[in-house]
């Protein structure tokens, strides 16, 4: 144990009168909750960028958060008291996974195989850390947007040799996530987008991505890792226009490029902002598609219009998505990953706790909120009836093969159809949910 947390406590459930600030008030691992317990319903993960990486420095000042790990003459040895204090917090809060890429967990050497060697010998501290504390890997990814090898991209990069260096980053990166048992594998398109339409060869470029999809996922099962593979959508940031805009988006890509049955979905809450949607519906659309995977929890600041990374604190939101995961049948190998990160004032090493408490018992009480609305069932009932007509013989007629548009006219002339407009009752809806809020 290192002394970064000073004598703080591992984190307890004290139940909603607690004012103790480092307590969970809803968040009780072990409570049931339609069949399972909180721990294995919402699956935490801390990730190592915002917590462990970030210190506070922006664009317009330089570090406010004392991390002893950055700025030190020897990296190595910095990244292993990095690592002691990343599984001093997992074990604090509780939580059962963590999330990392590469560049997160070890220096970049002066070659790509000394980065390698550098992130394997983390990874050895991750083995026996993770044996001893239980605490799992839900993804690991590839940092191939920092290095300005990437600023063009990774493997849409107009030079092959960047695609080159990516499959070699990504195969490594992929080696780590199985050796450590990651449920997972994240690719979030760091680059892959345009910056101007007028330099770009769009079809190259989407070609190029759909390739490299494909070598991601043929050498998953060349390696047996039976963890899914991740695309995380996001519209834009860093670039003017990124590729995996959205779920949609995403899907379309997906079936293009013939991996709609071995790729899913990592949606980040602030991402679907930024795209025009809500949280909610970016999962609604990945159930229907079949291809929801895991979130990335957060929130954005809604006036300020960028991915402001913020930790969740809006239980009606985390409701509604959680409601829809449920309903969609729950994670499987997916998880909870807070790809959050504390505000450049916030500088004990304590506000690290208090954002992620926040976080856990914010999706622990949407978790109550979500279970109770499906448990009652008035809103999916409300569902069913409003497209009930579709149960009756002739209107699932319409659906079939032998169907036409002349047969459909013909049948509206003979009965006479014509339909009534029913109320939507969408304020009736709004409210419903707002009782279990
Ligand atoms: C960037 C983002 C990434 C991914 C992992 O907005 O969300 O941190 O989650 O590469
Ligand atoms: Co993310």
């Keep these: 144990m290192s002394d970064f947390f000073g004598n703080i406590e591992p984190i307890k459930f004290e139940g909603p009168d607690s004012t103790n600030p480092l307590a969970y008030r809803y968040y009780d691992a072990n409570r049931v909750v339609m069949g399972k317990t909180m721990q294995e319903h919402l699956r935490f993960a801390v990730c190592y960028w915002h917590t462990f990486c970030w210190d506070g420095a922006d664009p317009f000042g330089q570090s406010t958060m004392v991390r002893p790990w950055i700025g030190q003459s020897d990296e190595m040895a910095a990244a292993r008291l990095k690592a002691e204090v990343a599984f001093d917090m997992f074990s604090l809060l509780g939580v059962p996974y963590f999330a990392f890429h590469d560049r997160d967990i070890a220096p970049e050497g002066a070659t790509l195989a000394e980065s390698n060697r550098n992130v394997q010998a983390i990874v050895d501290v991750f083995e026996q850390k993770i044996e001893e504390t239980g605490v799992g890997l839900l993804w690991g990814t590839a940092n191939i947007f920092t290095n300005k090898r990437f600023m063009a991209g990774a493997s849409t990069n107009p030079d092959p040799d960047v695609f080159a260096y990516s499959a070699a980053q990504v195969k490594n990166a992929l080696d780590a996530t199985h050796r ?188 109550l909120c979500a279970a109770n609305m499906i448990e009652e069932g008035s809103l999916k009932s409300l569902v069913e009836d409003r497209y009930a007509g579709w149960n009756t013989e002739a209107a699932q007629a319409m659906l079939s093969k032998e169907s036409s548009l002349d047969k459909i006219a013909e049948r509206v002339e003979r009965e006479g159809i014509n339909p009534q407009p029913k109320s939507g009752r969408q304020e009736y809806c709004e409210n419903l949910v707002n009782r279990f809020i």
């Design 180 to 367: 450590l048992n990651g449920q997972n594998y994240v690719l979030w398109g760091g680059r892959e987008g345009y910056e101007t339409l007028l330099n770009t060869d769009t079809k190259r470029e989407l070609d190029h991505m759909g390739r490299f999809l494909n070598l991601v996922v043929e050498y998953k099962h060349k390696i047996g890792f039976d963890g899914t593979i991740l695309i995380e959508p996001k519209p834009q940031e860093p670039t003017k226009h990124q590729y995996d805009f959205d779920v949609a988006t995403v899907y379309g890509f997906l079936k293009k490029y013939g991996l709609e049955n071995e790729v899913k979905v990592n949606i980040e809450v602030g991402h679907a902002v930024l795209a025009g949607h809500s949280f909610e519906h970016e999962i609604e659309m990945a159930n229907t598609l079949g291809i929801f995977g895991s979130i990335d929890a957060n929130r954005n600041d809604y006036q300020s219009g960028w991915d402001t990374d913020q930790f969740p604190n809006n239980v009606p939101e985390m409701t509604l998505a959680l409601y829809y995961i449920l309903q969609g049948g729950g994670f499987t190998t997916g998880g909870l990953n807070f790809d959050s990160k504390l505000r450049r004032q916030s500088i004990d090493p304590a506000d690290l706790l208090y954002g992620h408490i926040g976080g856990m018992d914010t999706c622990a009480k949407a978790l």
